[in-house]
């Protein structure tokens, strides 16, 4: 099993930042990827970025080049650095981690509003 704790997120006003955190214990050496979903209210559960253990990174179009997504392999962390944000960046976001099965966090809330 693979435990995720997220930390962060919060109420931002528009073209603010947000750090989001994510720290991943238990059988980690089974992890082969790590990353940050989202989901808007009444919006399916979308995928925002992904790093693998030898850093390979995934962004979805909508994020690039606002968000940037990083992991420590020695911490078994992995952090959103979030800027220039948009009220339709609102959502709940959930720590993700690959392994044997899919493993999520708890979630965490980010608010975009003015």
């Known amino acids: 099993q693979v435990q995720l704790v997220e930390s962060g997120g919060g109420l931002v006003q528009p073209g603010g930042s947000l750090r989001l955190s994510c720290a991943a214990s238990?059988?980690?050496?089974?992890?082969?990827?790590l990353g940050w979903y989202r989901q808007a209210p009444g919006k399916q559960r979308e995928l925002v970025a992904t790093?693998?253990?030898?850093?390979?990174?995934t962004y979805t179009d909508s994020v690039k080049g606002r968000f940037t997504i990083s992991r420590d392999n020695a911490k078994n962390t992995v952090d959103l650095q979030m800027s220039s944000l948009k009220p339709e960046d609102t959502a709940v976001y959930y720590c993700y981690a690959a392994g044997n099965q899919d493993y999520w966090g708890q979630g965490t809330h980010v608010t975009v509003s003015s």
């Open positions: 238990g059988n980690i050496f089974t992890i082969s990827k």
């Open positions: 790093i693998t253990w030898a850093k390979r990174i």
